[in-house]
């Protein structure tokens, strides 16, 4: 029964999203596919302007970071309380561009090679990824990446080196090794 519903929801969903309005610019989104993109739609709602900027947005999806500062001592930690199916949806929406997205597979190399885990480096790519999308939306321009690759040369971005070190398609956090393992 379950399964039929779900099913259901599938076909609907497959069917009314290439309609919407902001199809192009989800449809876009390298790795989004055809189950993260119209899930970050409806993440955002179609409602532009209940997000004043992309420092808003970031904040209400959860996935900016909370700093407290007191004195000498600060503390910055992830965001708790906040819509959890917003806040998931572009966690896992960051974590798969990194295998379909140069740069973003950079970003997230050089956050784990600055020593923080894997969820503090996606979220910190979500982050990014969120400013991107709100600047797509305002504008009604879908996300191109050989352009964006091009503005991060011409600025000069920390990221352009490691480009050399990642492969489209394959986890940069994983070593890989100048021989291929045998098998026995």
């Not at 989004?32 to 420092?55: D, F, H, K, M």
């Not at 970071?65 to 960051?94: D, I």
Request: some cysteine.
């Amino acid at each position: 029964m379950v399964t039929r519903a779900v099913a259901q929801y599938d076909r609907q969903i497959a069917e009314l999203f290439p309609r919407h309005p902001d199809h192009a610019i989800f449809a876009s989104l390298p790795g989004a596919g055809p189950v993260l993109a119209p899930r970050l739609l409806a993440a955002l709602g179609a409602q532009r302007e209940r997000s004043a900027n992309a420092a808003a947005l970031q904040c209400f999806t959860g996935i900016a970071p909370v700093t407290k500062q007191s004195g000498g001592k600060r503390v910055v930690h992830r965001r708790c309380r906040c819509p959890l199916f917003q806040r998931q949806s572009f966690h896992e929406y960051a974590q798969e561009s990194v295998l379909g997205c140069r740069w973003a597979a950079a970003y997230y190399l050089q956050q784990r090679e600055r020593g923080v885990t894997h969820h503090t480096a996606v979220r910190a790519l979500g982050y990014k990824w969120q400013r991107i999308l709100f600047r797509c939306r305002q504008t009604h321009t879908p996300y191109e990446n050989p352009r964006y690759e091009t503005v991060l040369r011409q600025r000069k971005s920390p990221l352009v080196p490691l480009f050399r070190r990642v492969e489209v398609g394959k986890n940069p956090a994983k070593p890989r090794s100048a021989f291929p393992h045998k098998t026995r």
